[in-house]
């Protein structure tokens, strides 16, 4: 099954850009990467979808270097609610989350 | 639209009794995937089923069973609790793009399984 590695912890200030950098050396040529926010209690959430360069949509960009065997998710401008575990995944079909990055946005 | 129903929400059973999770999407989604959640953890993938009529193991399948039962449902069968599945169990679904792509997955709000 697809593994990624990603930081386990991540320290912020309301305000600034947060880049959380996740690894994936075995990635296959069809995986595409995702990244997901989660809440506690909560299931998680979608943020962005990307293959190969740059996306941007309204909340995050994605990152992906030309080997893809990393992507970075960029988080512009943090508030406070972005206080979340964020997981990078990789793959088609058998998708697993690994332990994910728990972002601490502070006042 | 509902999105993925889970039930129940809540459950406790006892060590040795059987249960089934329920699961249902009206997304008309291809793929369907349950996930268990322990305290501080990330997700882990037990069971998938990319299309109706297919199942298949994901990281964590040893004590459950999963039925596919349309497109819609996806079931997770405990066949005798242990304290060990006490977690929280996500079910989600996606569509299937062209290329083996899978599309953004939609989680239902969780079932809180304890075993005593």
């Known amino acids: 099954l697809a593994k990624t590695t990603q930081p386990i912890s991540m320290d912020s200030y309301e305000g600034q850009e947060v880049n959380i950098t996740c690894s994936h050396n075995?990635?296959?040529?069809?995986?595409?990467i995702t990244w997901y926010q989660q809440f506690p209690s909560q299931g998680p959430r979608f943020i962005i979808q990307?293959?190969?360069t740059k996306v941007t949509n309204e909340v995050a960009s994605l990152f992906i270097p030309a080997d893809r065997k990393s992507s970075t998710l960029s988080l512009p401008r943090v508030s406070l609610s972005d206080t979340a575990v964020y997981y990078c995944?990789?793959?088609?079909?058998?998708?697993?989350f690994g332990s994910g990055t728990r972002l601490q946005v502070q006042p | 639209n509902a999105g993925v129903t889970q039930t129940p929400k809540f459950q406790v059973l006892k060590t040795g009794q059987s249960m089934t999770l329920q699961c249902a999407q009206d997304?008309?989604?291809?793929?369907m995937y349950w996930y268990r959640q322990d305290p501080g953890m990330g997700l882990r993938l037990i069971y998938y089923?990319?299309?109706?009529?297919?199942?298949d193991k994901g990281e964590v399948p040893n004590g459950y069973n999963v039925s596919r039962l349309n497109k819609r449902e996806f079931s997770l069968r405990l066949e005798s609790a242990a304290p060990s599945q006490t977690s929280v169990y996500f079910c989600?679904?996606?569509?299937?793009?062209?290329?083996?792509?899978?599309?953004?997955?939609?989680f239902g709000e969780g079932s809180r399984l304890t075993v005593l």
């Open positions: 989600a679904s996606s569509e299937s793009r062209g290329g083996g792509q899978t599309g953004e997955l939609f």
């Open positions: 075995n990635i296959a040529t069809n995986d595409y």
């Open positions: 990307g293959y190969k």
């Open positions: 995944l990789r793959g088609r079909r058998a998708l697993t």
């Open positions: 997304m008309n989604h291809n793929s």
């Open positions: 089923s990319a299309s109706e009529g297919t199942t």
